[in-house]
Structures are given as C-alpha cells and as structure tokens.
C-alpha cells in the first residue's frame, strides 16, 4: 500500500495518474481517443504502395444470378489474366446463388482451376444485423476444388478497420485471411498486426473489369506481369465500400490492399500501446522525485512533451502506429490534479471575506523571504463583541478599519489575517526599543474609539514579537502566537519572544484549527456518565462529557482541548454542540421512558453575555424538552467575569427553568462565596474531598459539605466515588447523590440505553 505520508505530494500525484490511465485504459475507455491519433498519423504521412497488388474493380452486378453472362465474362477475364503471366489471383466477389445457367457457374470455376495454385476465392465474415460474426460463402458450383481465403473487417466506431487478423477459423478450418495471403505471410489464429493507411492510394495499380476485355496481350502483359491482382466489387457496390482514414467510400477491397502493403512494407511493428505510456509516465516520475527549481520543472515539462511529439512523429514517417491516449491521459490527470492544489493552495491564501492574506500565506512567504525581519502579531481583544453586535454585512468593513489602524505609520506593509482576531506583519524595524514605540503608538490609537456607521466600537490591541532566528516558518508564527496569548492589556502590552516554540506548542496552534472540522465530521462527541441515587442505586442523571478521538493523537482529554478551544475563540461552538447533542438525546432517552435529568457543563467564561441562554432556550425548543430535565453545571467559577452580572444571568437562566449546579465545589474559586450569590439548585462535590476517606478529618469536612447542602436545601451530588468503602461512607451521612467509576464510567448514549434496559428487567425480577 501506498503510505501518503512517506511520499512526496507530486509522486503520490503522478503515481495516482498512472493508475488512472491503467483503469481507464483497461476498460476501453480511451480506444477513441488513439483512433484520433491514427487518423491523424494516417494523414501526417504517406508512403508509396509495393506496385505488386493490382486491383481489378467489377463493374457489373456480377453477383446477380440472373447473368450468367457476367460470371462468364469474369471467367474470360481469369483466363486473360492467367495468360499475361499474373502470379496469383484473388476472387473478393460474393456469389450466394448458383447462376440460373449452371454452364456459368462451371465455367467460372473452371477458369479459376486452370489458373493453378495461386487462384483464391473469399470467404466474408462480418457482422449481420445483429453484430454477430457470420460468414458468408459462394455457392459449391464456383468454389468447389478452390482455395479459400477470409476476408474478414474489423470495423472501429469511426469505421476504420484498424486492425485484420492473420487467418480466420471457417467450419472448423483454419484459413488464411485475404491480406497475409496476398503479401505471402502467415501467422496462427488469433494473432492480428496493425493496417497502416499511410499508403498513397492513387498508386494501387486499378483498373475496371470491362475494358480489359479488350486490351491487347502486350497491354494484359505489361499491367500484370507477375503482379497479384485482387479482383472485387465496383467503386459503386453498396457492400463493398468502406471508410479508410481522409476517404469516405472506397472499395472495400482496398483496406485490404492497404494491410497486405503493410505486411509487405514491414510496417506492423507498431510502438505498442504502452510506449507512450511508458515514456511519460517514467520521465514525469523522474521530473517530479528530483528537486528542482520551480522554473527548472516547468523546462522538463516543456522537454518532456516535445519528446512525445518526436516520438509521435518519428513513428508516423516510420510508418508505425502509437498510442498517444495513454500519455495524454498521464499529462492530463496530473495536470488537472496539480491545478485543482494550486487553486485550493490560492484560496487557503487568501481570507475569503476580506481578501487579506491568511497566515498560511505568511508562512509561504515567511519561507520564500531571504532577509530575517521580526514577526510582529497583533490580537485584538473585544473583536468577538463586536462582531456580535454588527450585522454580518458590515464585518468586513470593521476588519479593513482595524487593519487600516494597524499599517499606520507604515503604509503598504503586508498584513495578514487570521480568525479575524489575530493580524500579523514583518517589521521593519529590528531594534527591539524602536519597536515597541511603535506599538506603543499603534496601542494608543486603539484606544480611541472607532467608528462605524455612526455606532462607537471599543477595542484593545496587544502584541507578541518574535524575533529569533529560526529558519522555520511555522515555528515563527507559533512563537508569535504564543506570545501574544501571554500579554494583558492591564500588564504587559507587548512581548517580545526569541525563544523557540516546542513541538507541543505548534500542535496545540493546530489543534485550535482544527476544531470546528473535528465537530463537523464527528472526531469530537459526547459521552454521558451516570449520577445515582446513592441510598438504591437507581439511575437519575447523566452528565455530558465531551470526548475528541483525533485521528492522530488518539483521545485527547476535555481539561486540555477545551482550553485550546477557548484559545481559539470557539468555546460557544463547542458548548451548542455539547448541549444540542445532549438535550436531544435526552429527548430520546424520555421517548423510551428512561427518566433522568441531563447536565452539561458551561465554563463561565461564557457567562460574558446573553449567549448562553439563547444557546440553552434554543436546544430546548429545539428537541422539545422541558427546560427543568436540563441541568447546566458550571465549571471554572474561577472565572465568572463578574459576580453581579452573572447573578442576573443564572436568575433568567432560572427562571426558564433551568437547574443550576456548581460544579467542583470547595475547590479553586467554586466556594461558599459563589454558593451564597448565586441561584444554584445543585452543588457537585469535588473529587478532591471523597479520594481519601481513611482520616477522621477528611470524613468530617465530607460531611459537613453534605450537611451544608442539606442544610441549605440544595441538591448535593458527591463526584469521583473510586470504590464501596466511599460509597457505603456517602450513603451513611445521607449524600443523595453520587457519580463516579464505582458506579459507572462515562458510556456512549447506546451503553446507557442497554444498561436502562438491563436494569428495569432485574427490578421487574425482584418485585
Ligand atoms: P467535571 O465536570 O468535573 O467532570 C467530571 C470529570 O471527572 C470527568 O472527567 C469524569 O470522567 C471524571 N470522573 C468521573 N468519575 C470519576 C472518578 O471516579 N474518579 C476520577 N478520578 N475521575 C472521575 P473528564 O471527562 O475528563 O472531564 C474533565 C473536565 O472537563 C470536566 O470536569 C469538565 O470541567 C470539563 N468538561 C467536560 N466536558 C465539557 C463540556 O462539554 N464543556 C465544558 N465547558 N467543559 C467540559
Ligand atoms: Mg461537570
Ligand atoms: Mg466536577
């Protein structure tokens, strides 16, 4: 198998070409595309016919039984020929009917017998209407003592016979076909060589049947004096014409002059039809492994399709067929492939809504640049409010103002866009001290207010610099990044970064970008991990926790990725997926009669606005779940923005219905303060407090917790119970409920059905 990674992109590129070509060739697919080739070496070239087959055309319907006299005149003309010395003659003429005068029909046979070992009549063999190959053959009274040959047409879709078989089987015979016969050939069944139409048909010796009755001996002599003459049907005969390449109707016969010029000539070894294939699919894999300079590549190209041109053209004036589908189908696909990559490489270079380059395209040119300038990159903070509230039509308005901001002083220098919130550019200046003053001021102007359509927009502006010498453009921007996420508007500005970025920094930058496609294509999804009541073991919640399988790293942990996802500005993202996916799957759960509430976590750093609770009413509304199934447990109180405003907030929250729970009470910030101020229904028990239960003073603040929740009826849910000893302690000092890996580790909703399941049968038993 082809490992994607370990080869280079246009290898893999070429390669996938090539067994494209294979396919596609395989099934015919491309045979019309070399029939074009053919037809245009069959014109390209021409070459002078041997002069030893003669033609001789039958005017006279000679096949009508009705005439005797016809196939009597034919006779006479055998015996003429004969007489003038000719070396072998061919009968291409169909009789299907014994001559009303059976002395006709003798005579001609008889002529032909007199003629000796080189007289010949045909068998045809063609399609009949159906496209089966039949064969057609003259009555027994001409045949009968004669030898036959099979005139045999093997019609393409453009109607060129391109190729004739070397004999052909006939009522269990074997009989040499027509064309190897008259150029002295043989060759088994089964076997075909190419018909070459580069023959100059205007010099095939031909004459009418009906003059050379009466041409004189010497004249008979000097035209077919030890020639092969091939006797057919007239130029006008309906079935005998045919198409040959540059001419609509020639005689039938004619193609298969032309394949015994070509035996003759030599000319049926062709290139094959691999050469071609070959040759351009070897020289472009050679073109694409070496490293070579952009120019230089496109010169190989250019090298490589003037050798298939010679290629081509030397073959057609070696009077050679080539097949040309396979090269040109090679070059196509991995030209096609290198287009498409060049446009998608275009657009992930340019911000689609604003024009700007992206950092990808900083990378490029961070790449190609040969001088080392510093990076600087600008976040600005606040943008996400903005955008919220600016209708969509004017975000790119506001985008180029900030933009405009941030070149000023430097008109004309780059800038480059990420997420929106992120701007980058090179430095001019290297001096550190002269660089910050020009933040400085950039920072200053941010300070001011900017308008847009008469509304005030308040933004903040911070800095990281990077100012290593590392060679490796992504490490710079990372670098970069990193150090503008450590900046504070309050404290410090601008940062200024030389250091190099570890390996798990870029992972973590491209972790962030890769968050919204993981959600769309499923990588990140939802398990939910059971809350009991402790005194009987039944089931009465389940929290939502979410999970990411990346593909490469494996499951990531919740407590990592939803920090990058807040790096990234997309927590809201990550907490409507959470929610949308739970409260419907808690509608799912209530549709089989699995009674339970749902919690899903919401950090407070989403508690900035009124996000949360469109968010929370619109999954709701959504699944048609009652809002009081719903629990929204609220983790990293640390970081509740402000505690006033926040109170407001859960108090809507609330009063929807909503419960609330504080999660990881009693450590960090979740404590007695938030507790006390805010609306909470519920207080989770951190896992810190029920993971040690061999000391007095452990059991004690346990209980006290518990007590404290009871006390000031709240719902009090003990989390990380690890065995029985823990449980059997919660359940003596009245805990009404607990969550932990004793009783169940977080499960896929399919889990959690067949638990439900399992359990209401083992309860149906015991009643
Ligand atoms: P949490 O909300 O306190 O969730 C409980 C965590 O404790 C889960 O870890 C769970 O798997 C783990 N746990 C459960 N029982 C036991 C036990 O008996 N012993 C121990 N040692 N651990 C136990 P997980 O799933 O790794 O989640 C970690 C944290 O990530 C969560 O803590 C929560 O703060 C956060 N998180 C998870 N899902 C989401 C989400 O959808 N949104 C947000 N904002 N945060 C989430
Ligand atoms: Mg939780
Ligand atoms: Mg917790």
Redesign the pocket.
């Known amino acids: 198998m082809i490992n994607r990674r370990s080869l280079p992109e246009r290898v893999r590129q070429v390669l996938i070409a090539g067994l494209v070509t294979l396919v596609l060739s395989a099934a015919m697919i491309l045979d019309p595309l070399d029939q074009f080739g053919w037809l245009i070496q069959s014109n390209l070239a021409t070459k002078a016919p041997s002069g030893e087959i003669v033609y001789v055309g039958v005017d006279q319907d000679i096949e009508d039984p009705d005439q005797p006299e016809y196939r009597r005149n034919l006779a006479r003309l055998v015996t003429r020929l004969d007489q003038a010395g000719a070396e072998a003659v061919y009968l291409n003429l169909l009789f299907e009917q014994a001559s009303d005068d059976p002395g006709a029909d003798r005579t001609l046979n008889k002529a032909l017998k007199d003629f000796g070992d080189n007289a010949y009549i045909t068998v045809r063999k063609g399609p009949d209407f159906s496209g089966d190959t039949i064969t057609f053959r003259s009555t027994g009274a001409i045949t009968e003592g004669l030898q036959q040959v099979a005139a045999e047409d093997r019609y393409s879709y453009l109607g060129i016979t391109w190729s004739m078989p070397f004999a052909s089987s006939s009522q269990g015979k074997v009989l040499p076909a027509l064309a190897a016969a008259m150029a002295g050939t043989e060759g088994e069944l089964g076997r075909t060589f190419p018909v070459s139409y580069i023959f100059d048909f205007t010099k095939i010796p031909s004459f009418r049947s009906t003059g050379l009755l009466e041409k004189s001996e010497g004249e008979m002599r000097g035209a077919f004096s030890g020639k092969t003459v091939l006797i057919g049907g007239s130029w006008g005969a309906d079935d005998q014409i045919t198409k040959v390449p540059g001419k609509q109707d020639v005689a039938s016969s004619f193609t298969f002059i032309a394949a015994a010029e070509t035996l003759k000539a030599d000319l049926s070894n062709n290139f094959g039809p691999w050469t071609g294939f070959v040759l351009t699919f070897f020289l472009l894999l050679l073109l694409v492994s070496v490293r070579l300079d952009p120019k230089d590549r496109h010169i190989g190209y250019g090298v490589l399709m003037v050798l298939l041109v010679g290629l081509f053209t030397f073959a057609t004036h070696a009077g050679s067929r080539v097949s040309v589908s396979t090269s040109v189908f090679v070059l196509l696909i991995y030209a096609g492939t290198r287009l498409r990559v060049k446009w998608q490489r275009k657009y992930a270079l340019e911000d689609q809504l604003t024009k700007l380059p992206t950092f990808r395209a900083l990378e490029c040119d961070l790449t190609e640049m040969e001088s080392h300038f510093p990076l600087v990159v600008a976040e600005i903070h606040g943008f996400q409010a903005v955008l919220q509230a600016l209708p969509p039509a004017r975000h790119k308005d506001y985008i180029l103002r900030l933009v405009e901001r941030l070149s000023l002083g430097e008109e004309g220098k780059i800038i480059y866009a990420n997420d929106g919130r992120h701007f980058a550019w090179l430095s001019s200046d290297t001096e550190v001290e002269s660089i910050r003053e020009h933040l400085e001021g950039l920072r200053s102007l941010f300070s001011q207010p900017l308008l847009l359509d008469g509304t005030k927009l308040d933004v903040g502006v911070t800095f990281g610099v990077e100012i290593s010498e590392n060679p490796s453009a992504s490490v710079r921007i990372a670098t970069a990044m990193n150090a503008v996420e450590k900046t504070s508007e309050a404290h410090e500005f601008v940062i200024f970064d030389g250091t190099e970025t570890t390996p798990d920094d870029l992972w973590d930058l491209s972790l962030r970008a890769r968050i919204d496609s993981a959600l769309e294509n499923g990588e990140i999804f939802?398990?939910y991990?059971p809350q009991m009541s402790i005194a009987d073991g039944r089931l009465v919640g389940l929290?939502?926790?979410?999970?990411w399988n990346d593909p490469v790293k494996g499951l990531i942990?919740?407590?990592y990725f939803?920090e990058q996802c807040e790096k990234a500005g997309r927590?809201d993202h990550?907490?409507r997926h959470?929610?949308d996916k739970?409260v419907e799957d808690a509608a799912y759960l209530a549709s089989i009669g699995v009674d339970i509430r749902m919690?899903?976590?919401?950090?407070a750093t989403?508690l900035n606005g009124d996000g949360v609770i469109a968010m929370a009413q619109e999954a709701v509304a959504k699944h048609n779940v009652a809002a009081n199934r719903i629990c929204l447990?609220l983790?990293?109180t640390a970081r509740i923005p402000n505690l006033d405003r926040t109170s407001l907030l859960l108090e809507r929250l609330s009063s929807l219905g909503f419960r609330l729970s504080l999660?990881?009470f009693g450590v960090g910030e979740a404590n007695i303060e938030n507790l006390y101020r805010l609306p909470f229904d519920e207080m989770?028990i951190?896992?810190l407090f029920?993971?040690d239960l061999t000391n007095q003073k452990n059991r004690a603040i346990l209980q006290s917790l518990v007590t404290l929740g009871r006390d000031a009826c709240i719902d009090v849910v003990a989390?990380?119970?690890?065995d029985r000893k823990t449980l059997e302690f919660l359940n003596e000092i009245g805990c009404p409920v607990g969550?932990?890996?004793?009783?169940s580790?977080?499960l896929p909703l399919q889990k959690i059905v067949e638990y439900h399941a399992f359990a209401q049968t083992k309860s149906q038993k015991h009643s």
């Open positions: 939802v398990v991990q929290e939502a926790l979410v999970r942990s919740p407590a939803v927590m990550l907490t959470v929610l739970a919690s899903v976590n919401i950090s989403l447990e983790t990293e999660d990881d989770k951190d896992k029920t993971r989390e990380g119970i690890e969550q932990g890996y004793y009783l580790y977080p």
